[in-house]
């Protein structure tokens, strides 16, 4: 599948998003930091509220660990799940409908 990609006006705006049902929907590109709907753990199975080509750099509430996995939404490296906790990002790209590919990660604790 080939993605078309699209210059963006990145900013240091961060969208503070609470997951629920496992999903995060945000409001467009950018920095996104992640909410656990209760507790302090959850999973996050798929990211709506993107268009193609636009990208996301995704972090954990402090305090809170977020386990992003991979499947039928999210193409991560390895094919292997990532953990959101302290500093570590995990930078994605949409590359369809609410499906994200993974372009880099940090695992800076």
């Not at 929907?25 to 990211?47: F, N, R, S, Y």
């Not at 992003?68 to 490296?77: E, S």
């Amino acid at each position: 599948m080939a993605v078309t990609w699209k210059k963006l006006a990145y900013t240091s705006d961060n969208q503070i998003v609470t997951i629920s049902d496992d999903v995060a929907t945000v409001t467009g590109p950018g920095k996104i930091t992640l909410c656990a709907e209760a507790g302090v753990e959850d999973d996050l199975d798929q990211i709506v509220g993107l268009s193609e080509g636009e990208e996301v750099t995704l972090e954990a509430d402090a305090g809170d660990t977020i386990t992003v996995k991979d499947g039928a939404k999210f193409d991560l490296l390895r094919g292997l799940d990532f953990v959101l906790t302290g500093k570590s990002k995990l930078r994605l790209i949409c590359d369809g409908v609410n499906s994200c590919s993974e372009e880099s990660r940090s695992s800076n604790q």
